[in-house]
T-cell receptor, first 112, second 119 residues
Framework: SQELEQSPQSLIVQEGKNLTINCTSS?????LYWYKQKYGEGLIFLMM?????EEKSHEKITAKLDEKKQQSSLHITASQPSHAGIYLC????????????FGTGTRLKVLA | GAVVSQHPSWVICKSGTSVKIECRSL??????MFWYRQFPKQSLMLMAT?????????EQGVEKDKFLINHASLTLSTLTVTSAHPEDSSFYIC???????????????FGDGTRLSIL
């Protein structure tokens, strides 16, 4: 079965610093989704990547999918306290059922 | 954009009671919805796939009789935790997908979650 491993598990950065979160799949990705979750709340959709080498940006967040479609990275530029939360990568398990598997999550804390 | 509404957001009840959680797609139809459970400081664990007009598909290890799922319309799925006990206390989240076809090219959209506390 497919597994998604995220690194790091947790991250504490000073406001204004850049950071990168990685998501590595044990199998080829057919759809990779990045979500953000604040503790005790639902998931907010950030970006979707489907093609090898694809890169998307929204405000200060950039997500990339490597050419082999087995690894994705999420990069935050000039982090702010509002970026704090749990970042989850999710992937379509390619079974035709729309089921996702989720990564282990990365907890981000941004110090003001 | 696609909005998923989940209700209630917080439930506290006595052990032995049943609790129903609703998940609604507000501006789209969802033939498939998903129910997840999340333990503190952990990722989401898929419990079951809710299929409109048919039986839900449960993941391995999830008790069908404990977690009853009904998907009676294209915009509503419910999860009922029957005879709830303290070990059922958790954060439950639903999601729905707007995609069609064999492979989804649309993201899942999530409700805000329900925090269930059984005393």
């Amino acid at each position: 079965s497919q597994e998604l491993e995220q690194s790091p598990q947790s991250l504490i950065v000073q406001e204004g610093k850049n950071l990168t979160i990685n998501c590595t799949s044990s199998k080829t990705l057919y759809g990779l989704y990045w979500y953000k979750q604040k503790y005790g709340e639902g998931l907010i959709f950030l970006m979707m990547l489907q093609k090898g080498g694809e890169e998307k940006s929204h405000e200060k967040i950039t997500a990339k999918l490597d050419e082999k479609k087995q690894q994705s990275s999420l990069h935050i530029t000039a982090s702010q306290p509002s970026h704090a939360g749990i970042y989850l990568c999710g992937a379509d398990n390619n079974s035709g059922t729309y089921k996702y598997i989720f990564g282990t999550g990365t907890r981000l804390k941004v110090l003001a | 954009g696609a909005v998923v509404s989940q209700h209630p957001s917080w439930v506290i009840c006595k052990s032995g009671t049943s609790v129903k959680i609703e998940c609604r797609s507000l501006d789209f139809q969802a033939t498939t919805m998903f129910w997840y459970r999340q333990f503190p400081k952990q990722s989401l664990m898929l419990m079951a796939t809710s299929n409109e007009g048919s039986k839900a598909t449960y993941e391995q290890g999830v008790e069908k009789d404990k977690f009853l799922i009904n998907h009676a319309s294209l915009t509503l799925s419910t999860l009922t935790v029957t005879s709830a006990h303290p070990e059922d206390s958790s954060f439950y989240i639903c999601s729905a997908n707007t995609g069609t076809g064999v492979y989804s090219n649309q993201p899942q959209h999530f409700g805000d979650g329900t925090r269930l506390s059984i005393l």
